[in-house]
T-cell receptor, first 116, second 111 residues
Framework: DSGVTQTPKHLITATGQRVTLRCSPR?????VYWYQQSLDQGLQFLIQ???????AKGNILERFSAQQFPDLHSELNLSSLELGDSALYFC???????????????FGSGTQLSVL | LAKTTQPISMDSYEGQEVNITCSHN???????ITWYQQFPSQGPRFIIQ???TKVTNEVASLFIPADRKSSTLSLPRVSLSDTAVYYC????????????FGAGTTVTVRA
């Protein structure tokens, strides 16, 4: 158990809908990262938050947004869903913003999103 | 940005040692080398990290030659449960390359 909690584990929805994925980082971790993993692709970095502020952005679609709350949990909002958004979405956390030499990422077990 | 190259896949048998080599020719002076393991439908898990020479923990060993242009992850006496994707990451500041994990190496262990 990594200590990172993601809910829900599975989500089935229809095209055009909006969903919210939730992540609780490990106790004491200030950074949260979101990744998308499709069947044919590796882990694609979406976005990172550190202590409530956006820190880095990957190829995140405009239909997607995220935020980190004062209690450090994070939510990833996916709107106007398309079939191609079906994927496994992972959240990870780390103590700091990964500017240190030996910091590590701790991943949750993911949310499997199926868009029908 | 230190780009990494690692084999797409490797096959092995139970009880054998598996060595996965990652090339990172453009590694910078302050870059560290980190390996993660991912099982199907699970998030990646940190395995080992090193800067130079050799690092060993309860899971694996990491060998880094003097020029640091490559590194080798060694998994001793693998079992079926070691079947996974292994990712090599290089960099001091993850933000510089947007925390990209690449395609990784799929290791399949057979009985």
């Amino acid at each position: 158990d990594s200590g990172v909690t993601q809910t829900p584990k599975h989500l089935i929805t229809a095209t055009g809908q909006r969903v919210t994925l939730r992540c609780s980082p490990r106790s004491g971790d200030l950074s949260v990262y979101w990744y998308q993993q499709s069947l044919d692709q590796g882990l694609q970095f979406l976005i990172q938050y550190y202590n409530g502020e956006e820190r880095a952005k990957g190829n995140i679609l405009e239909r997607f947004s995220a935020q980190q709350f004062p209690d450090l949990h994070s939510e990833l909002n996916l709107s106007s869903l398309e079939l191609g958004d079906s994927a496994l979405y992972f959240c990870a956390s780390s103590v700091g913003p990964l500017t240190g030499y030996n910091e590590k990422l701790f991943f949750g077990s993911g949310t499997q999103l199926s868009v029908l | 940005l230190a780009k990494t190259t690692q084999p797409i896949s490797m096959d092995s048998y139970e009880g054998q040692e598996v060595n996965i080599t990652c090339s990172h020719n453009n590694i910078a002076t302050n870059d560290y080398i980190t390996w993660y393991q991912q099982f199907p439908s699970q998030g990646p898990r940190f395995i080992i990290q090193g800067y130079k020479t050799k690092v060993t923990n309860e899971v694996a060993s990491l060998f880094i030659p003097a020029d640091r242009k490559s590194s080798t992850l060694s998994l001793p006496r693998v079992s079926l449960s070691d079947t996974a994707v292994y990712y090599c990451l290089v960099g001091e500041r993850y933000n510089d390359y947007k925390l990209s994990f690449g395609a990784g190496t799929t290791v399949t262990v057979r009985a």
